[in-house]
């Protein structure tokens, strides 16, 4: 089973939508209980970092989601792939999951803020995500903050003035910038991976 965390930070269908397409039943929960049971994990999000973990404080799934991410695979997507990591500075610093090291910050570019729209992926370490995807395949984007993580975490990345992180993995702990439900093939390619992955 694999469930997709519901703390409120909205796209669960759209993600749901994905995994279905792609032949997986995906459960929205926040039971603690039911993440417990589950395979894998997927944490979405859209929004602010400090609202994203004020949510899951409330909901008393920080010290779960940290717990079960030592046992199973957990991909985390745009906001959900920011708070993998140690702190944020969206608004406030503001402590994250501490998932994968390093803090998350404003991109630092001279190009248009938010990053908005399709970019091509640059590969930059070994990762069992991107199997079966082409170099410079395009995914879909949406922010305007990053990770600043060491190079050892990235997988993938992209330009966009600056070099920006576009895939990240500790261990069995993965994040994607970008919207893989939102990337056409590509996409869906790295949640088949992940669906299929085993740690």
Known sequence: ML?????GAGNLFSVKNALEHLGEE???TSDPEVLAQAD??????????????QKLNQLGLTAVIQEQAKRKPLLGICLGMQILFESGSEFAETAGLGL????VDRIQT????PHMGYNELEFQNPSPLLKGIEEKSCVYFVHSFMAYTPEEYVT???DYGVKVPALVQNAHVFGAQFHPE?????????????????N
């Open 40 to 53: 894998r994990l997927i944490l979405p999000g859209v929004g602010a970092f400090p609202d994203a973990m």
């Open 100 to 103: 994968i090291p390093g803090r």
């Open 3 to 7: 469930a997709i965390i519901d703390y």
């Open 182 to 198: 939102k990337s056409g093939e590509a996409g869906l390619r790295i949640l088949h991976n992940f669906i299929r992955y085993s």
């Open 110 to 113: 001279s190009y248009k803020i």
């Open 26 to 28: 995906g459960v929205i």
């Open 156 to 158: 993938a990345c992209c």
